[in-house]
């Protein structure tokens, strides 16, 4: 049973930075793409960022050139580094993971990128930024 478990949010001013944390637990999968997501209130949830297994990694243009998407195999954790935070990207932030039992007949990078629908979903954790 795969486990998602988000922290590392919290209140913090515009301009301000933050990092954000995706234990996995039970998590064996050797191909998947990993990624945050995003909902303000009253907001449609959106792509922040993906990686995949190899490490390949895609953001939305809105955070390109401040938030940073890695992973720690070893710990089986997912991060999100945000920069230079805005008000407006206040929302509760998602982890969540699209997995594959074997190797996909198409280009992961691609298909994280564009296609991912995740399996896997944690609970989220809140970021609010104060203008």
């Known amino acids: 049973q795969v486990q998602l478990v988000e922290s590392g949010g919290g209140s913090v001013q515009a301009g301000g930075s933050l990092r954000l944390s995706c234990a996995a637990s039970g998590f064996t999968y050797k191909y998947y793409c990993m990624a945050w997501f995003r909902q303000a209130p009253g907001k449609e949830r959106e792509g922040v960022a993906t990686?995949?297994?190899?490490?390949?990694?895609s953001y939305a243009d809105s955070v390109k050139g401040r938030f940073t998407i890695s992973k720690d195999n070893a710990k089986n954790t997912l991060y999100l580094q945000m920069n230079s935070l805005k008000a407006e990207e206040t929302a509760m932030y998602y982890c969540?993971?699209?997995?594959?039992?074997?190797?996909?007949?198409?280009?992961?990078?691609?298909?994280?990128?564009?296609?991912?629908?995740?399996?896997?979903w944690g609970q989220g954790t809140q970021v609010t930024v104060s203008s």
């Open positions: 990686i995949d297994s190899d490490g390949s990694t």
């Open positions: 969540a993971a699209d997995t594959f039992s074997i190797s996909p007949a198409f280009p992961l990078p691609q298909y994280c990128s564009r296609a991912m629908s995740p399996n896997y």
